[in-house]
């Protein structure tokens, strides 16, 4: 039996696992960045004053890395401002009033599908990014340069709270399987693993039945820790195959895609509805009432944890994503994005006192990639780009699990992370 690689144990917190999806009110105003995923910013395509419809494109652009942004809302366009994101970059935003009428636009059209060329085309159209947080364009990932002989459909959600791909896999079974065969039929790949953690057995026993006797479809069970969901760990751990430093996952021959990514597409195809909507996890011990959302792309924060009888003033630390890799959010102010899978709401949150390094190798130890984060924290420190390099420092994934075990509690996931863009790249 292959060894997996190492992580962590981590309390599951999957509070919400069990708590089926909630549709989320339409607010009266939504704001709709128009950078939410990897790559460049689009353009408003409409003005102050426009009316708009559910689906209707609101934002694109011409450069390659990038996908359009659409309306989740019918009503007008009431400004065009600019926005500061959770990454601190700013980009303009479309402030749309809603009408409450939720008309649907006419460029809502099931696409029509004949090759290759036309499903990446629709899948741009649809405004496809990763749902598992990354963002990376969901048409781009569809077409690298090698062939693919395995698709590997990533449904770890290891991260504690977070329970919003596991409903997807419930909740929306058909268009799961649905997704990963379109993926297939078009890109030409013959066989696909449905990686799931052990932790979540009725969707193993549901996938396991739905493909009894298709053998271009595996689901693989996952020893349940942390990162498992990490591209490299979960190629690893499913293919056996090692994505080298430097290297795409399709260098070796796989395709990594989101399970409600390829749930998205499935569902897109059939209806023509670009991605408008996002389901996310809403938890935190500042939240009275834990759930999963069913939101309009643009909604504001403040509302969905309100509507959750959370007490916002209380709220000491509000998390986009997960408490290992999600982002601190500088205000509940800010909207739901295309990458939103969770909301945590903090309250009995303290920042912790850093400390100095004791040697004691637990990141090193805890590591999937068996780095060594205290010595890159040094070199870093020092700006010795050559010792970086030795100590292969862009491999790092960011889990953020060297951090979590250190008890200097110093911040050696971050280190990584400013340290690799010391890195000249290719």
Same mark, same amino acid.
């Given at each position: 039996m292959m060894k997996k690689l190492s992580?962590?144990?981590?309390?599951?917190?999957?509070?919400?696992?069990?708590?089926?999806?909630?549709?989320?009110?339409?607010?009266?105003?939504?704001?709709?960045?128009?950078?939410?995923?990897?790559?460049?910013?689009?353009?408003?395509?409409?003005?102050?004053?426009?009316?708009?419809?559910?689906?209707? !494109?609101?934002?694109?652009?011409?450069? *390659?890395? @990038?996908?359009?942004?659409?309306?989740?809302?019918?009503?007008? /366009? %009431?400004?065009?401002?600019?926005?500061?994101?959770?990454?601190?970059?700013?980009?303009?935003?479309?402030?749309?009033?809603?009408?409450?009428?939720?008309?649907?636009?006419?460029?809502?059209k099931i696409p029509e599908i004949t090759d290759k060329e036309s499903f990446l085309k629709a899948v741009r159209e649809s405004g496809s990014c990763g749902l598992g947080g990354a963002g990376f364009p969901t048409h781009i990932k569809l077409n690298p340069k090698t062939a693919i002989d395995v698709l590997v459909i990533n449904a770890a959600e290891c991260e504690p709270y977070i329970t919003a791909d596991y409903r997807e896999m419930i909740e929306n079974s058909?268009?799961?399987?649905?997704?990963?065969?379109?993926?297939?039929?078009?890109?030409?790949?013959?066989?696909?693993?449905?990686?799931?953690?052990?932790? !979540?057995?009725?969707?193993?026993?549901? *996938?396991? @039945?739905?493909?009894?006797?298709?053998?271009?479809?595996?689901? /693989? %069970?996952?020893?349940?820790?942390?990162?498992?969901?990490?591209?490299?760990?979960?190629?690893?751990?499913?293919?056996?195959?090692?994505?080298?430093?430097?290297?795409?996952?399709?260098?070796?021959?796989?395709?990594?895609?989101?399970?409600?990514?390829?749930?998205?597409?499935?569902?897109?195809?059939q209806t023509g509805m670009p991605l408008v909507t996002r389901r996310l996890t809403v938890d935190g011990d500042a939240v009275g009432k834990p759930m999963n959302l069913c939101a309009v792309i643009g909604t504001s924060f403040r509302e969905i944890l309100e509507y959750c009888e959370t007490d916002v003033d209380s709220v000491k630390k509000l998390i986009g994503g997960g408490p290992m890799m999600g982002m601190s959010l500088r205000s509940a102010d800010m909207p739901v994005v295309k990458t939103t899978n969770a909301l945590l709401a903090l309250k009995k949150y303290k920042e912790p006192v850093t400390t100095a390094c004791i040697r004691c190798g637990r990141c090193v130890r805890v590591c999937p990639l068996g780095m060594m984060p205290a010595d890159i924290e040094r070199a870093y420190k020092i700006r010795n780009i050559d010792e970086l390099k030795a100590l292969k420092v862009t491999l790092c994934m960011n889990c953020g699990s060297c951090t979590y075990v250190c008890p200097s509690n110093r911040k050696l996931a971050e280190t990584n992370q400013l340290a690799k863009m010391l890195i000249p790249r290719k």
């Open positions: 992580g962590l144990k981590l309390d599951h917190r999957k509070n919400t696992q069990n708590a089926a999806t909630v549709e989320f009110p339409l607010p009266s105003k939504v704001t709709i960045p128009m950078a939410m995923n990897m790559g460049t910013p689009c353009n408003p395509t409409v003005k102050v004053g426009d009316e708009v419809k559910v689906g209707q !494109k609101i934002g694109d652009t011409d450069a *390659f890395f @990038s996908v359009p942004v659409h309306s989740g809302v019918s009503g007008k /366009v %009431t400004a065009l401002t600019d926005y500061l994101s959770a990454n601190g970059a700013v980009c303009k935003a479309v402030e749309i009033e809603t009408d409450g009428l939720q008309t649907i636009s006419d460029e809502v058909e268009d799961v399987i649905g997704g990963i065969r379109l993926v297939m039929k078009w890109l030409g790949i013959p066989k696909a693993k449905l990686a799931i953690e052990s932790n !979540k057995p009725e969707a193993i026993s549901n *996938f396991s @039945s739905m493909t009894s006797g298709d053998d271009s479809i595996e689901v /693989v %069970t996952l020893p349940s820790s942390y990162p498992q969901g990490a591209e490299k760990v979960i190629i690893y751990n499913t293919t056996g195959r090692i994505v080298k430093e430097g290297e795409l996952p399709s260098d070796a021959g796989v395709m990594v895609l989101n399970v409600s990514t390829a749930s998205f597409l499935y569902r897109y195809t």
